[in-house]
T-cell receptor, first 115, second 113 residues
Framework: AQSVTQPDIHITVSEGASLELRCNYSYGATPYLFWYVQSPGQGLQLLLKYFSGDTLVQGIKGFEAEFKRSQSSFNLRKPSVHWSDAAEYFCAVGLSMEYGNKLVFGAGTILRVKS | DTEVTQTPKHLVMGMTNKKSLKCEQHMGHRAMYWYKQKAKKPPELMFVYSYEKLSINESVPSRFSPECPNSSLLNLHLHALQPEDSALYLC????????????FGPGTRLTVT
């Protein structure tokens, strides 16, 4: 079955430290992969996407993600975290027409930033 | 303009009330979506409209009734809801249904009493 796994429910990092949020997917075809961020009580904002090509993609707010087909992973990274990055982060995979043209989301990772 | 707007921001309704949620986008997108999100959970897809026609209904109870009056507007009519329907309701849009890159509105926080 098509699924997205975010193994870490919560992550706490110090301000200025580096960050890596993990995402693994299970999907037979070439995946379309996304990272979204959600602040409390708000909608989701698209951080970055991978469709094809260069496996290292740059996004907004200084985030990047690397697609590794051999590991079925699409981990999100940021070299230096700011307090304003505290939020919930969702990885998602876009399923093709035979699966309904849907976005399937992971369970999310809550990022806490300590000063 | 890459904005999806939703009104109202908050809604409290009784189980016998009828209310509607509204969503609007002016990006020329031809696919629009309703999601339901419970606390500490990812969004769950409810409905997809493609070119103003309902293309996906994820087995949502009939007390939720979507409507797409034109390509910019999406409504969700609510009637006889249950307390467990309390959630954040998110609207999203994308260029087309197979574009995947969805833009989300800020959501309507619904409380059913």
């Amino acid at each position: 079955a098509q699924s997205v796994t975010q193994p870490d429910i919560h992550i706490t990092v110090s301000e200025g430290a580096s960050l890596e949020l993990r995402c693994n997917y299970s999907y037979g075809a070439t995946p379309y992969l996304f990272w979204y961020v959600q602040s409390p009580g708000q909608g989701l904002q698209l951080l970055l996407k991978y469709f094809s090509g260069d496996t290292l993609v740059q996004g907004i707010k200084g985030f990047e993600a690397e697609f590794k087909r051999s590991q079925s992973s699409f981990n999100l990274r940021k070299p230096s975290v700011h307090w304003s990055d505290a939020a919930e982060y969702f990885c998602a995979v876009g399923l093709s027409m035979e699966y309904g043209n849907k976005l399937v989301f992971g369970a999310g990772t809550i990022l806490r930033v300590k000063s | 303009d890459t904005e999806v707007t939703q009104t109202p921001k908050h809604l409290v309704m009784g189980m016998t009330n009828k209310k509607s949620l509204k969503c609007e986008q002016h990006m020329g997108h031809r696919a629009m979506y309703w999601y339901k999100q419970k606390a500490k959970k990812p969004p769950e897809l409810m409905f997809v409209y493609s070119y103003e026609k309902l293309s996906i209904n994820e087995s949502v109870p009939s007390r939720f009734s979507p409507e797409c009056p034109n390509s910019s507007l999406l409504n969700l009519h609510l009637h006889a809801l249950q307390p467990e329907d309390s959630a954040l309701y998110l609207c999203a849009s994308s260029r087309q249904a197979d574009s995947y890159e969805q833009y989300f509105g800020p959501g309507t926080r619904l409380t059913v009493t």
